[in-house]
């Protein structure tokens, strides 16, 4: 077989028997020994003749293959024997099998590699900058006491209301609940949390609560507690 390839060409000596056993179209595991020998002798005698040097471990390489070669030409002396003789071949076609699965997970890190050079990152910024500032709720009373509150006072409505009522639909807003609270506090300035409920329905009770949380951030009013259980007053917040 011609060949015109650089000993550069290849990573080391397992890398041109491979080359070699691929090109001869072998199976690897039934290396024609005489045959890829003679092929890599006739590599290196080319290289030399091409006076490029030829490092010691390809030399390495080829006086094991020309063992191998010439243990296969041995007679098998064994004759009565039960034992089944140790393939010459098998240890180089073990380290030929472990060179070509590290070549091709090295190949397949080199694609990884190419892919990783399109994704570009960008160092965390602080998202503090584009986070609308948080107006605080104007209350001594904590969120959790006016929810608490919030759930005893429509139990006991739902546990005192009529066994029969009749149900109309209208739509509650929250804007127009805090109309209403607005009207209220104008007349009467503090009034108890309670007293904002005066209608028992899911749709009208949630809409004022909402509408007394708005307000308080709005500083439209105040809610306070003088200790614990104590009624939760509401009252109009005065313009600092």
């Known amino acids: 077989m011609e060949m015109n390839l650089k000993i550069q060409d290849f990573e080391g000596p397992l890398d041109l028997l491979l080359h070699l056993i691929k090109e001869s179209k072998m199976d690897i595991m039934n290396i024609e020994i005489e045959v890829i020998t003679k092929q890599y002798m006739d590599f290196l005698h080319q290289q030399e003749k091409m006076n490029l040097e030829v490092s010691s471990e390809y030399l390495v390489l080829a006086s094991e293959l020309l063992e191998i070669k010439s243990r296969l030409l041995l007679p098998n002396n064994q004759v009565e024997s039960d034992e089944v003789e140790e393939d ?66 429509y139990q006991r409505k739902l546990d005192s209301r009529p066994l029969k009522t009749k149900v109309t639909v209208n739509e509650i807003s929250v804007s127009s609940r805090c109309r209403d609270i607005k009207k209220l506090l104008k007349s009467k300035k503090r009034v108890s949390f309670f007293e904002l409920f005066p209608i028992v329905s899911k749709e009208y009770i949630v809409a004022t609560f909402l509408a007394i949380l708005e307000m308080a ?16 007053i509401c009252e109009v917040l005065e313009s600092e």
Do not use: G
């Open 88 to 153: 010459p071949r098998e240890e180089l076609v073990q380290r030929l099998l472990e060179y070509q699965a590290y070549k091709d997970i090295t190949k397949l890190l080199q694609e990884k590699e190419l892919l990783r050079r399109d994704i570009y990152t960008k160092m965390p910024e602080n998202i503090q900058n584009y986070v609308e500032e948080q107006k605080e709720i104007h209350s001594d009373v904590t969120l959790d006491d006016l929810i608490q509150a919030f759930q005893k006072y």
């Open 217 to 232: 951030k709005n500083r439209e009013l105040r809610i306070t507690q003088n200790d614990a259980f104590d009624d939760i």
